[in-house]
C-alpha cells in the first residue's frame, strides 16, 4: 500500500496534514435519576471534566475548584470551558459516555445558552462496544478493567465521599478528581484493546489503516464473493482487519 500524503476527515482534504483530534473525556457530576432510574444532569450539576488525546502523555482536569461561585448550582464557567475543549473533537471516546457524558454537556450548554457541540458527534463507546462484541457478566469499567488485566483499576469511592464532593468539599474533589483521570486513562487502554473488534468503526484515515492510520499488515488467506477474491489483511499495529481486492487476471 502507498503511503499517504494528506489527510482526509468526513472526505474533506486537510491542506496542512492535519490528524483528526482524538479525545478520550470523563465527567463526575451530581446527577438526577427518572422514573426509569435514568441519570440525567437538570436538575444536577457538574463537579469536574477530565480529557486527554488518543496516544499523547498527561490528563487534563477542569473542576469547580478553578471556577468557584457562591452558587452551588452555578457551574456555568465550567461548562463553558469544557464546551471549549471538546468543539473542535473530531472523535470522541467514552466509556457509557454516549448514553450520558455527551447528552449531559449538551444540555448544559444549551441550558447556560452556549455553542452546542456537533451533531451527530463520531463516537466510540467502549462500554457499547463490549457488549455486542464480547461476553462479560457486566459491561462497566471496573469488570472490562479485570476482565483485561490492567494494571490501573477503578478507583472506589464511598457514599459519604461523594455527599461530600456534592458540597465541593476540597479534600475530597480531590479525590473524584484523581479518580475521573483515572477513568480516562482506562477508558484508553479499554478503546486500544477492543477497537479492531468494531464493526463500524469510524475512519481515520482513507489509505492504511482506518483504525490506527498505520502502514504495516499481515496477509491471512482470502475471502471470496461471487464476483469478486480479496486478500484478507490484518494492521500489525491494532489488529484492525481489512480486505484488499485481487485484480482479474487477464487472459
Request: charge should be positive; proline fraction near 5%; aromatic fraction near 12%.
Amino acid at each position: 500500500m502507498k503511503q499517504m500524503h494528506c489527510v482526509y476527515w468526513n472526505g474533506v482534504k486537510d491542506m496542512q496534514f492535519k490528524k483528526p483530534k482524538i479525545l478520550i473525556w470523563d465527567l463526575e457530576f451530581k446527577g438526577t435519576e427518572n422514573w426509569k432510574k435514568e441519570l440525567k444532569i437538570f436538575p444536577g450539576y457538574l463537579l469536574c471534566y477530565a480529557g486527554k488525546e488518543l496516544g499523547k502523555p498527561g490528563v487534563k482536569i477542569l473542576t469547580r475548584r478553578q471556577f468557584r461561585s457562591k452558587d452551588i448550582l452555578d457551574d456555568y464557567q465550567l461548562v463553558k470551558a469544557i464546551g471549549n475543549e471538546l468543539r473542535d473533537v473530531d472523535m470522541h471516546i467514552l466509556q457509557y459516555g454516549s448514553k450520558i457524558d455527551f447528552k449531559f454537556m449538551q444540555t448544559k450548554l444549551m441550558y447556560y445558552n452556549l455553542p452546542p457541540l456537533p451533531e451527530p458527534p463520531v463516537m466510540v463507546d467502549t462500554c457499547i462496544v463490549a457488549r455486542q462484541r464480547l461476553a462479560l457478566v457486566s459491561n462497566s469499567m471496573r469488570t472490562q478493567a479485570e476482565f483485561f488485566k490492567f494494571p490501573e483499576e477503578k478507583m472506589k469511592i464511598t457514599h459519604e465521599q461523594w455527599y461530600k464532593a456534592f458540597a465541593l468539599d476540597t479534600p475530597t474533589m480531590k479525590i473524584v478528581e484523581a479518580r475521573c483521570a483515572s477513568d480516562v486513562r482506562i477508558t484508553e487502554q479499554l478503546y486500544l484493546k477492543l477497537r479492531h473488534l468494531m464493526v463500524n468503526h469510524p475512519m481515520i484515515r482513507t489509505e492504511g489503516c482506518a483504525v490506527c492510520g498505520g502502514f504495516s499488515f499481515k496477509s491471512e488467506g482470502t475471502r471470496a464473493t461471487a464476483k469478486r477474491m480479496y486478500r484478507r489483511l490484518y494492521c500489525k499495529n491494532c489488529g484492525n482487519p481489512s480486505f484488499e481486492l485481487i485484480p482479474r487476471m487477464k487472459k
